[in-house]
Structure formats: structure tokens, C-alpha cells
């Protein structure tokens, strides 16, 4: 892409200069991911490595048909895949700003934050993958909504809205640590017990009282019991809320934390 691109022409009166670059920006990222089709594995053949494993090879001890426990499961692991890949990002600015990339964007006459911005942005293209490629293979191996086609949709929202969110965390993390590998280990640390210790994979009340405790505050759980709830029926409107407020929480404090990190870097 060259500068000529992103320089505003003369008598250009965009009102939002910002938005238009992060958008020129987001389509760069995405012709780099089409490019660079390795970039799709981990939200493509991932979730279906989850579903198999879960299904076939846990379901009939934990639910004692695998095809109960798909309809039980499979919206946890949508979540799931989702929000690990959410690690990506954070792992490819810290080799951006490593390598220099963004240095070149310093000297075109655009926002300083476009191109972090569109970056996000075009990350909702793996999100969008991801829970895509879940719910269809879902479907062919038995995977059945009970309510309509809205519910389902803004279940696949919720999960997405929350990624975007979580996303911001992984900037932050690529941007204050020296390495790349210490962005990836840091935050699968960090997922592992929010994703596992939550009531994706079985009903909380089989667990310990102890444990409950923790699944029962964990904001992924509500994410999870929403999402079930918008597919299977018997949403309630706490998780939806509480899943809304928690990716506005983290937006609101994580966005410009990575925004003004990045600053400092780029």
C-alpha cells in the first residue's frame, strides 16, 4: 500500500480522518491474512479439533450421549476458540513493532493511532472465521439450535463483542512485553483458568463447593450460559448483562492503556 493511499486529497473535509484510516488500514491487514492463509489455522482447524476431542472422546463419560452433550457443549467451545485466538494479535504487533512496520507508518500524515486501530478491526475477520466454521461443523456432525435464527445470531455476537474486547488486552500485553512468546505465554496462563474453570465443559453443580465458588464469579461462565441460553433456549437476562458490562469494562480501561503503550513504542 502506498502513502499516496492514505493521503487526504485536497479540499477532503472527512469528519472522522481517524475511522477512514483505520479502515484503509484494516483492508491492508486483511489482504495480509488472505496472503498469509497460515494465519487461519488456529480458527479453523482448531475448533473443530476441540469439537471432535469434547465430543467423541469426553462426551459419552460426562454426558453419556455424545450427542446431548454436543447440544451442551458446543456454544462453550464457540467461546472457547474464540477467545484464545484473541492472543494472536497481541503476538503479531510485538514482531511488528520489533521488525519496524510501524515505523513506516510514522511518516505518512495519518492518525498516530490508525493503523493499531484498524488492526483491531481486522481481526474480526478470524473472530467472524471462527465462529463460523464451529457452528457449521457443529451442524453437520448433529449440532441443533431450539430457538430461532436471531437468538443464534446474537449469541455469535456476543461471543465476537467479547473477543473484540479481550482483544485490546492482548495489544496491551504485545506492547509492554519484550517478546513475543512472552505475550503468548502470559496470556494462554491467563485464559486457562477462565475458560476450563468456568461451566463450558460440565454443569457446575458437579463440582466441588470450592470451585464452585470461582465458576460462579467468572465472567466467561456468563458468557457461556448467555450463548447456551441464546442457542439452546432459557436465556437468562443477567448473563447477557453481565457479559455486556464486563467487555465494557475491559474496552473501556485496556483500549486506551494499549492505545497510549503503543504510543510510547511506536
Not at 123 to 133: A, M, P
Not at 154 to 177: E, Q, R, S
Request: net charge positive; with cysteine; charged share 10%.
Amino acid at each position: 500500500m502506498s502513502a499516496a493511499t492514505l493521503v487526504p486529497t485536497r479540499g477532503d473535509a472527512a469528519p472522522l480522518p481517524l475511522v477512514r484510516h483505520a479502515l484503509v488500514l484494516a483492508g491492508r491487514s486483511v489482504k495480509k491474512m488472505i496472503r498469509t492463509p497460515e494465519q487461519f489455522i488456529d480458527v479453523t482447524l482448531q475448533p473443530i479439533l476441540f469439537i471432535v476431542t469434547f465430543v467423541y472422546l469426553f462426551g459419552g463419560a460426562i454426558s453419556g450421549s455424545t450427542h446431548d452433550y454436543l447440544q451442551f457443549v458446543l456454544p462453550g467451545l464457540m467461546a472457547q476458540t474464540v477467545l484464545f485466538s484473541t492472543i494472536a494479535i497481541g503476538v503479531n504487533l510485538n514482531t511488528d513493532i520489533k521488525e519496524g512496520v510501524f515505523d513506516r507508518f510514522r511518516s505518512l500524515p495519518i492518525p498516530r493511532s490508525a493503523p493499531l486501530v484498524g488492526a483491531v478491526a481486522a481481526e474480526g475477520i478470524r473472530y467472524t472465521t471462527s465462529i463460523v466454521v464451529t457452528l457449521g461443523f457443529g451442524y453437520v456432525i448433529g449440532f441443533r439450535a431450539s430457538t430461532n435464527l436471531w437468538s443464534v445470531v446474537a449469541g455469535c455476537l456476543l461471543v465476537l463483542l467479547v473477543a473484540w474486547a479481550l482483544c485490546w488486552i492482548a495489544v496491551f500485553l504485545g506492547m509492554v512485553l519484550r517478546e513475543s512468546g512472552s505475550v503468548q505465554g502470559i496470556g494462554f496462563l491467563a485464559l486457562f483458568p477462565l475458560t476450563f474453570g468456568s461451566s463450558m465443559f460440565v454443569d457446575p453443580d458437579t463440582m466441588p463447593g470450592w470451585l464452585q465458588g470461582w465458576v460462579n464469579i467468572n465472567p466467561v461462565t456468563h458468557l457461556t450460559d448467555a450463548v447456551r441460553g441464546l442457542f439452546t433456549g432459557g436465556v437468562q437476562t443477567a448473563d447477557v448483562a453481565v457479559t455486556l458490562g464486563m467487555a465494557g469494562a475491559i474496552i473501556a480501561v485496556f483500549a486506551p492503556l494499549a492505545v497510549r503503550a503503543y504510543r510510547r513504542k511506536a
